[in-house]
């Protein structure tokens, strides 16, 4: 059973912080979701990595694909209050075509 | 836009009961996929569907079921309801691998 840990699990910073989340597997993947969800609504997909030591920017937001392609990390400049949610990672097994493992989520909360 | 919408946002049952969780998407998606969301836990999987009438056990699949007779339908079947199942239920769809869409989610209580 593939494990998929993500730290840390609770984060509260200001408004206009830095901040750095993680995302760990014990297997490999192919490749590597990761979404945000906002309260009483479903996730909502952010990114999608697929190469090893891959790197992409949606505005404030760093996606870093490890190069071993065991781990990533969510990286938010200037942390503002629309930012807060849970932030979940999933990724895909090779071999498990079209199902996604999940992590158990970092709850980002950004206060004023 | 993508539309996946699950038939209650709240719903409370008792013990014992028969539960129907329904969900519809609107993108002639071929996979659709039932979890369970708890604190601390994360997204775990009961059964997914990559096919009308086609069905895979997920992680945590007893005390479920699951029918997909029409390819926008994936409906979550509680046979006989108990309070471990208290919890948040999301559907998705996708079609092939990539990007799954979610629907708002059924917070279920059993008392």
């Known amino acids: 059973t593939q494990l998929l840990e993500q730290s840390p699990q609770f984060l509260s910073i200001q408004e206009g912080e830095n901040l750095t989340v993680y995302c760990n597997s014990s297997?490999?993947?192919?490749?590597l979701q990761w979404y945000r969800q906002e309260p009483g609504e479903g996730p909502v997909l952010l990114v999608t990595v697929v190469t090893g030591g891959e790197v992409k920017k949606l505005k404030r937001l760093t996606f870093q694909f490890g190069d071993a392609r065991k781990d990533s990390s969510l990286h938010i400049t200037a942390a503002q209050p629309g930012d807060t949610g849970l932030y979940l990672c999933a990724v895909e097994y090779t071999g498990t075509a079209s199902k996604l493992t999940f992590g158990t989520g970092t709850r980002l909360q950004v206060t004023l | 836009d993508v539309k996946v919408t699950q038939s209650s946002r709240y719903l409370v049952k008792r013990t014992g009961e028969k539960v129907f969780l329904e969900c519809v998407q609107d993108m002639d998606h071929e996979n659709m996929f039932w979890y369970r969301q708890d604190p601390g836990l994360g997204l775990r999987l009961i059964y997914f569907s990559y096919d009308v009438k086609m069905k895979e056990k997920g992680d945590i699949p007893e005390g479920y079921s699951v029918s997909r007779e029409k390819k926008e339908r994936f409906s979550l079947i509680l046979e006989s309801a108990s309070t471990n199942q208290t919890s948040m239920y999301l559907c998705?769809?996708?079609?092939?691998?990539?990007?799954?869409?979610f629907g708002p989610g059924t917070r279920l209580t059993v008392t």
């Open positions: 297997s490999v993947f192919s490749s």
């Open positions: 998705a769809s996708n079609t092939g691998i990539g990007e799954q869409y």
